[in-house]
């Protein structure tokens, strides 16, 4: 019987996501690999979690919504294991991997915004839908083009490591803490907005076209 190697499974990105997320991931992509099942589909569950996560949200389930959301994340860590596994990565798979991304994102801030429906949530959560279509938008274009943080400078990696905790490991505790503290949407926008501005650096400093030689 073969036996997963998790090294080989498990693709790090960061110290959440490789220590917790994938963790619980991994033990549920050695019970299913040998199935049927494809990555799509646990995409498309993975979606479904997290659409459910934002319905409880809006009516005011905020331990049901929180559950909902880690799991939808658990489990969108599990589709690329899965792929890895069973060698099916593809383009369209990383497209509909991308697109429920921001969908889940996405709904839970509009569900917080409409379950605190007052002036200060709208405006911030409004500047915080706008951020994160631009940071995933500038994000994916660094995952494709395979530009990845061990190749940033030492004194790059030390004042401008927050952006890596803007890494979808973190967007999901970030997106709970908000769920209970609509307010902190506002600190959740200053990060994206640091993110934001690590990227354009790169691109004005020309680092990002070192990567490519």
């Known amino acids: 019987m073969k036996i997963l ?43 479904i979690f997290g659409l459910l996560s934002s319905f409880f949200i809006y009516y005011h389930y ?81 995952i494709y083009l395979n530009k990845q943080y061990c190749y940033l400078k030492l004194s790059e990696k030390i004042i401008f490591s927050p952006i890596y905790f803007i890494s979808r490991s973190m967007i999901i505790p970030l997106l709970s803490l908000m769920i209970i503290y609509p307010t902190f949407i506002y600190g959740v926008d200053i990060l994206y907005l640091y993110g934001i501005a690590f990227r354009l650096y790169r691109e004005i400093t020309g680092r990002e076209d070192e990567l490519n030689v």
């Open 62 to 142: 905020i331990v049901s919504g929180i559950i909902f959301l880690n799991i939808s994340f658990i489990l969108d860590c599990v589709d690329g294991q899965l792929a890895r596994v069973k060698h099916m990565q593809s383009d369209f798979g990383m497209w509909l991997d991308n697109i429920s991304d921001r969908v889940v994102e996405n709904s839970v801030i509009l569900a917080v915004i409409f379950a605190n429906f007052n002036l200060i949530i709208i405006k911030g959560g409004l500047v915080l839908l706008f951020l994160n279509m631009l940071y995933a938008y500038m994000s994916d274009m660094v």
């Open 5 to 47: 190697n998790k090294q080989n499974v498990i693709k790090y990105s960061d110290f959440i996501s490789n220590y917790f997320y994938q963790q619980i991931s991994f033990l549920i992509t050695k019970n299913i690999y040998k199935t049927e099942i494809t990555p799509n589909q646990i995409t498309v569950l993975s979606l």
